[in-house]
């Protein structure tokens, strides 16, 4: 399994960016796929995530900035971030929670993660 992920880049603070991210591979049920980040020196935290059935979490400091959706794309998501500060500068990861068969072996895995990637707002 794998997780590819694109978009972030650079953006003035009150800009928009949209990170998309697929995963690919022997993957059964995608139970929810989701971003945190994480900044230098913090935490990683809870960006966005949807599941399987539509339901969605953000982070506290999302505040209605951000919107995360599922493509028509098979086990992909999106997340459109609006109004960004520079508070949002982070490596952002996409990361998911799916079932996948290896060797004849059906197993669930929360830790699927991408390669992260960076947005940085400048003020």
């Known amino acids: 399994v794998q997780l590819q992920a694109s978009g972030g880049g650079l953006v003035h603070a009150g800009g928009s960016l949209r990170l998309s991210c697929a995963a690919s591979?022997?993957?059964?049920?995608?139970?929810?796929m989701g971003w945190y980040r994480q900044a230098p020196g913090k935490e990683r935290e809870l960006v966005a995530s949807?599941?399987?059935?539509?339901?969605?979490k953000y982070g506290d400091f999302v505040r209605g900035r951000f919107s995360i959706s599922k493509p028509d794309v098979t086990h992909a998501v999106v997340l459109d971030m609006n109004a960004l500060r520079p508070e949002d500068t982070a490596v952002y990861f996409c990361?998911?929670?799916?079932?996948?068969?290896?060797?004849?072996?059906?197993?669930?895995?929360?830790?699927?993660w991408g390669q992260g990637t960076q947005v940085t707002v400048s003020s």
């Open positions: 591979g022997n993957i059964l049920n995608v139970v929810e």
């Open positions: 949807i599941s399987s059935d539509g339901a969605v």
């Open positions: 990361n998911a929670d799916l079932v996948s068969w290896a060797d004849h072996e059906i197993s669930r895995s929360k830790d699927w």
